[in-house]
């Protein structure tokens, strides 16, 4: 089966560097998705990875190792805003075309 | 650019009454999906429909879940009838074209089951 683990709470302090980690045990997905979710909120889509490496977006970065099956989201310069739940996922494409969400793991940024 | 809508946002209803949930994708998206998320979970997809096709409802609760969506656009989910162990908050999804990687969410419903 699918399986996605992720640490349930991570906290941090503005400003600070955050990475919040993800090993799975699964096989024959396309790529690992990142998704923020604030309380009460809908999930929003952060990043991608559809090869093994690190992809940036702004503040975000997010990094894939197949090999290892292990994949990361790393915050940087770390917002009070930024306290939420973040969530991987496995993609799986052709006629599945699913998304298999993690387990979340609630990120409390501090003054 | 409009994002996903849902409604109702919340809905409380007592054992063994129907519910219905209603949602409108994204302008254009022909993927829809509808996901249950409990506390602390993350989302679990039920159904996912491409146009007006479900090609993935391995996970939806047949003998008392349905969905349909019509002229591949809005859809709605119901259950009949409702159970204690359905509270939960029911997302719809949409995307465009394969990306399933990036799945634009409504806001939920969020629905109790007393």
């Known amino acids: 089966g699918q399986s996605l683990e992720q640490p349930s709470e991570v906290t941090a302090v503005e400003g600070a560097i955050v990475q919040i980690n993800c090993t799975y045990q699964?096989?024959?997905?396309?790529?690992l998705s990142w998704y923020q979710q604030h309380d009460g909120g809908a999930p929003t889509f952060l990043s991608y990875?559809?090869?093994?490496g690190l992809e940036e977006t702004g503040r975000f970065s997010s990094f894939l190792s197949r090999s290892d099956s292990y994949g990361y989201l790393l915050l940087q310069e770390l917002q009070m805003k930024d306290s939420a739940s973040y969530f991987c996922?496995?993609?799986?494409?052709?006629?599945?075309?699913?998304?298999?969400f993690g387990t979340g793991t609630l990120l409390a940024v501090q003054p | 650019e409009a994002g996903v809508v849902q409604s109702p946002r919340y809905k409380i209803i007592e054992k063994k009454q129907p519910v219905a949930f209603w949602c409108n994708p994204i302008?254009?998206?022909?993927?829809l999906y509808w996901y249950l998320q409990n506390l602390g979970q993350g989302p679990e997809l039920l159904i996912r429909?491409?146009?007006?096709?479900?090609?993935?409802d391995s996970q939806l609760p047949k003998d008392r879940f349905s969905a349909e969506r019509l002229k591949g656009v809005d859809s709605t989910l119901k259950i009949q009838p409702a159970e204690l162990g359905d509270s939960a908050v029911y997302l719809c999804?949409?995307?465009?074209?394969?990306?399933?990687?990036?799945?634009?969410f409504g806001p939920g419903t969020r629905l109790l089951v007393l």
């Open positions: 999804a949409s995307s465009s074209g394969l990306a399933g990687a990036t799945q634009y």
């Open positions: 699964t096989s024959g997905f396309y790529g």
């Open positions: 990875n559809g090869l093994d």
């Open positions: 996922a496995v993609l799986y494409g052709g006629a599945t075309n699913k998304l298999i």
């Open positions: 302008s254009g998206h022909n993927t």
């Open positions: 429909y491409e146009n007006e096709e479900a090609v993935d």
